[in-house]
């Protein structure tokens, strides 16, 4: 009778969590061996492996490069061996290397008109190396700054890029349905945000969004149109409504996050934000009017290892954004990626487990760099429990220690965060607007 009873009650527990895989900044460099270059603008993506397999480059790189085939394969092999079926996998954006248009110029000069179809090869390459990995896991992605026909920060509203980005992927949703594939299609083609209902029995809703329109730094290649960003703000309005009317449990993913970017700032020696002001300013508000319903946030860009908490007036953390580090390691981090649980009665995070590879060692498998709960001593991530994570980097020395050492995913010679200017960073943890952030490092 006891042995039923423990059945019954492991398999509830089971049912009651759900995990999941979560990726970042892949920046795949089809261009690593440039010997291959031609052979890959004139054959179908599905020989690309075949073709990588024949180079004498069969290691995954180091740093200040970002990744080529060997490390997208290792990267792959080692979240599936983690989790060969998780609910569902999040990849927060960049999938393209960087520079990948004018590498193209400089390795295929005799292709010249083949930049778009190299581009389309290169993003359906990834998303069938995905399904032939995980071929029955919901892939939920969303768009990078790098990710476009035309350059860094550059995606075209309305644009071919959204289409056929969204084609590449609508059969990783796993919806089986050629209608629901084609709604999802059409909606990603007018700006590239999407929502996602899950169907593993928590009521979830992703909504995936595409805040390069965002970014001070976005133009439109193509012919302007409207204003993106304005537009997608509208609609992110009006879906929260949505949801909170609905009383709707909402993760919000994207790309590019709001608040300082620290590095940029401290580099420059002038605040810098992600975004515009303008649209910085309307999201905190929109974050702040539906907390209620936003149970979890997750972004990427920054490489590292991070997260972003929203005080309200009050000085109540009430929300926050997960930053996912990269697989690139081209600023100095180590590849990375994160396996995630979630509660799916309550859809909230209750921790993180994050694995890194050590590419300054070569042959050394993959492992894992450390439990989120455990390492902060903590359960749960939720706005509170990260408030208390902010306190003790800032009055513990042993924590400050972990902080600055998984900020780069446990690479020790890599600039950036220090014992001199961590307070910065920590600022930028809980400082989301230029005022704040003033205010932060005067009082620090």
Not at 40 to 53: C, D, E, N
Not at 91 to 109: E, M, V, W
Request: include cysteine.
């Amino acid at each position: 009778m006891l042995l039923v009873i423990g059945i019954i009650q492991a398999l509830f527990a089971q049912e009651k969590h759900g995990n999941i895989i979560c990726a970042s900044d892949i920046h795949f460099n089809p261009y690593y061996d440039s010997t291959l270059v031609s052979k890959l603008v004139t054959s179908p993506y599905r020989q690309w492996a075949a073709i990588f397999a024949t180079s004498a480059i069969q290691q995954p790189n180091t740093y200040n490069s970002d990744a080529n085939f060997p490390l997208l394969k290792s990267v792959l092999a080692a979240m599936k061996k983690q989790n060969p079926s998780p609910a569902f996998m999040v990849i927060t954006g960049d999938f393209l290397c960087h520079n990948f248009q004018s590498n193209f110029k400089r390795y295929a000069p005799a292709y010249s008109d083949s930049l778009k179809s190299f581009t389309d090869k290169t993003i359906r390459f990834m998303a069938m190396l995905f399904n032939q990995y995980f071929p029955k896991t919901v892939v939920l992605p969303v768009l990078g700054n790098n990710d476009s026909y035309c350059g860094d920060y550059m995606v075209e509203a309305d644009g071919a890029f959204l289409n056929m980005f969204a084609k590449a992927w609508a059969p990783l949703q796993r919806n089986h349905n050629t209608m629901m594939d084609k709604v999802f299609v059409n909606n990603f083609s007018k700006g590239g945000y999407y929502t996602y209902a899950l169907r593993d029995g928590s009521g979830g809703k992703l909504m995936m969004l595409n805040t390069v329109f965002f970014s001070a730094k976005y133009t439109n290649c193509g012919t302007p149109t409207g204003n993106p960003a304005s537009e997608e703000l509208g609609w992110i309005s009006r879906t929260l409504k949505q949801c909170a009317q609905r009383k709707s449990k909402v993760w919000i993913a994207f790309h590019i996050p709001p608040g300082i970017d620290v590095n940029s700032t401290l580099y420059n020696k002038k605040i810098t934000t992600m975004w515009a002001n303008s649209c910085n300013t309307a999201f905190i508000n929109l974050l702040t009017q539906y907390a209620p319903v936003i149970r979890a946030g997750l972004s990427g860009h920054t490489h590292m290892d991070d997260f972003r908490l929203l005080y309200n007036s009050a000085g109540t953390p009430i929300s926050f954004f997960h930053i996912v580090p990269a697989v690139s390691p081209l600023f100095g981090n180590n590849p990375g990626f994160q396996c995630m649980n979630y509660n799916k009665t309550t859809f909230t995070l209750t921790d993180i487990q994050t694995h890194y590879l050590d590419v300054s060692k070569p042959g050394i498998p993959w492992a894992l760099e450390y439990d989120y709960d455990k390492t902060y001593g903590i359960t749960g991530i939720n706005p509170l429990s990260l408030d208390a994570v902010r306190k003790k980097i800032a009055a513990n020395p042993a924590y400050l220690n972990h902080y600055i050492n998984f900020y780069n995913v446990n690479n020790p010679a890599a600039s950036g965060i220090n014992q001199q200017n961590w307070k910065s960073y920590w600022c930028g943890t809980g400082s989301l607007t230029k005022a704040d952030f003033i205010s932060c490092t005067a009082v620090q």
